[in-house]
């Protein structure tokens, strides 16, 4: 291997390092509101009581509605059976909510992945790394992100659609254009390494001011 070669893979090795932190980081942070809510769940509770002891109505509802605003942040709305990927979903859905983007997710993963949790958290959090930074840029009622993943047959099917400014994105050689700067590049790479190495099926498509990323993953034997 040529010493650029060789250079070039330990910056993607130190780039996918500092991104499977992030994703850990993410994934503890979130966990880390939910036990301080469960924490708190009992003096919630005895602050309602003390309210309906009063027949403090009004008081009830503006505690319950600002419950409700703080669960929302760290509510684990994805429950797809595969522990690793419930935990990067829902913590890349809650980052999305922070910023004000939409995500729509249907993700069903009945059985157990034969992946290593090493893989799978690069290319989610890839995917949706990306999809976040796409729509943060859009004015806020067209952010959205849609997510599906599913079996089909042997191999999980993953499929992330976020909206574009509305223009067609342009290929430059042989890849989508991007202003994102040189991590952005990386985690794309890192992709499409990933993919091949589990001869895999990986697809981009840029149209209707749309831009989806479609992966097929086989099941190692």
């Known amino acids: 291997m040529s010493f650029l070669g060789k250079l070039m893979d330990k910056r993607i090795a130190a780039y996918q390092r500092e991104l499977i932190e992030t994703h850990y980081r993410e994934v503890e942070n979130m966990y880390r509101q939910i036990r301080g809510w469960r924490h708190d769940y009992r003096n919630h509770i005895q602050?309602?009581?003390?309210?309906?002891?009063?027949?403090?109505?009004?008081?009830?509802?503006?505690?319950?509605?600002?419950?409700?605003?703080?669960?929302?942040?760290?509510?684990?709305?994805?429950?797809?059976?595969?522990?690793?990927?419930?935990?990067?979903?829902?913590?890349?859905?809650?980052?999305?909510?922070?910023?004000?983007?939409?995500?729509?997710?249907?993700?069903?993963?009945?059985?157990?992945?034969?992946?290593?949790?090493?893989?799978?958290?690069?290319?989610?959090?890839?995917?949706?790394?990306?999809?976040?930074?796409?729509s943060a840029g859009l004015p806020e009622d067209k952010r959205l992100i849609r997510v599906y993943m599913d079996m089909k047959n042997t191999q999980l099917y993953i499929s992330f659609t976020n909206f574009t400014a509305g223009k067609k994105l342009k290929k430059i050689g042989g890849r989508f254009a991007s202003n994102k700067g040189e991590g952005h590049g990386f985690g794309l790479v890192r992709i499409d390494t990933i993919v091949e190495r589990l001869e895999g099926y990986i697809s981009r498509n840029s149209e209707d001011g749309a831009f989806t990323t479609e992966v097929l993953l086989p099941q190692p034997k």
């Open 47 to 134: 602050v309602m009581k003390a309210y309906a002891a009063e027949d403090n109505l009004e008081a009830i509802r503006r505690y319950l509605d600002a419950l409700d605003q703080d669960l929302t942040t760290v509510d684990t709305t994805i429950k797809t059976g595969n522990p690793m990927t419930d935990a990067i979903l829902n913590s890349k859905i809650s980052l999305a909510k922070s910023r004000g983007i939409q995500v729509i997710a249907d993700a069903h993963i009945p059985v157990k992945l034969k992946l290593s949790e090493l893989d799978l958290c690069c290319i989610l959090g890839n995917l949706f790394d990306n999809a976040i930074e796409a």
